[in-house]
């Protein structure tokens, strides 16, 4: 009996695909682009960077415009000046309540008002959308505001800040538009499955929208973060003001009294007012700064809502 071997044969690899050579217009168009985002990116970070060099810097420097991206004369007595005060902390924790507790009210309203909104079954939906938009452009002027809060018995507490800017209708907007762009078969089925309106909106609709949720908390907290104008307008107890307002205050002690002081200590007053502005961005912004690498991937994708459909 005579068996034959069957000689490996080797398989053939598929031939490696040429690759198309790029343009010479499209080279140059990359070339031209990553250098204007450089660009983009530099102009961007010089404010942030001489902001922080100029909290360091002395009084001398600053004023005459040698501070760039480098601290000249490095000088911390701001920062004691600041941080050395109790109310400072006092204020600060305020600010850190009025934005848990804004944001999460504003979160709750708005996306349970987005979603009422985006389903077009829903009767008198254009009068709801109308009364919000007109909101965006009208309002009731300042006295009518501040007369409105006080016969409230509002004034003085954390709901003169955190209820009147509950719902920002550019939010409202974005949001409803998000949820329209649901598929409306996952809601049907989750239907079938016996689930109800706040089942269906808690734990199919709110899941799917991470990166609209994202995006709106960290506009609404940067909102309430930064807000100054109402505490200072509703509060007249220190020990309730939100760190902005406490911020300001120091500017314009420090400047009026550098100002018109002409003994000792106009020196050391002089140099608080000059880069006091500069301290005052810098503890306002670290903690947003600190907050958005954690949310940066999902604030992205909230930027890109509607830009691509399909």
Excluded: H
Excluded at 204 to 217: D, E, H, Q
């Amino acid at each position: 009996m005579v068996t034959t071997t069957r000689s490996a044969v080797p398989t053939p690899k598929p031939s490696r695909p040429v690759g198309i050579k790029d343009s010479l217009s499209y080279r140059t168009f990359r070339v031209v682009n990553t250098l204007v985002l450089i660009g983009v990116m530099l102009v961007t970070l010089y404010p942030f960077v001489n902001v922080i060099a100029q909290s360091f810097s002395s009084e001398g420097y600053i004023i005459s415009g040698q501070v760039n991206l480098i601290p000249r004369g490095f000088n911390v007595e701001t920062y004691k000046v600041v941080m050395a005060d109790s109310m400072f902390w006092t204020n600060y924790r305020n600010t850190v309540v009025y934005t848990v507790v804004g944001t999460l009210i504003a979160m709750a309203l708005t996306t349970t008002f987005a979603y009422a909104l985006s389903k077009k079954r829903l009767k008198g939906r254009t009068v709801f959308i109308g009364i919000a938009v007109f909101t965006m452009f009208f309002n009731g002027g300042l006295i009518p505001n501040y007369i409105l809060i006080k016969s409230l018995g509002m004034t003085n507490s954390i709901w003169a800040i955190v209820l009147p800017n509950a719902i920002s209708i550019f939010n409202l907007l974005v949001m409803k538009a998000f949820f329209e762009n649901l598929p409306e078969e996952l809601e049907e089925a989750a239907s079938m499955d016996g689930l109800n309106t706040y089942s269906i909106f808690a734990r199919i609709v709110l899941p799917l929208s991470k990166a609209v949720l994202a995006t709106m908390v960290l506009f609404y907290a940067v909102s309430f973060w930064n807000s100054w104008f109402q505490a200072f307008l509703y509060m007249d107890r220190a020990e309730l003001y939100p760190v902005t307002v406490y911020l300001r205050n120091l500017i314009a002690g420090a400047t009026n009294a550098a100002s018109v002081s002409g003994g000792a200590g106009a020196d050391g007053l002089a140099q608080v007012a000059s880069n006091i502005q500069a301290v005052t961005i810098v503890l306002t912004v670290l903690p947003i700064v600190c907050l958005y690498p954690f949310l940066q991937k999902y604030f992205v994708s909230g930027v890109m809502l509607g830009s691509v459909k399909g």
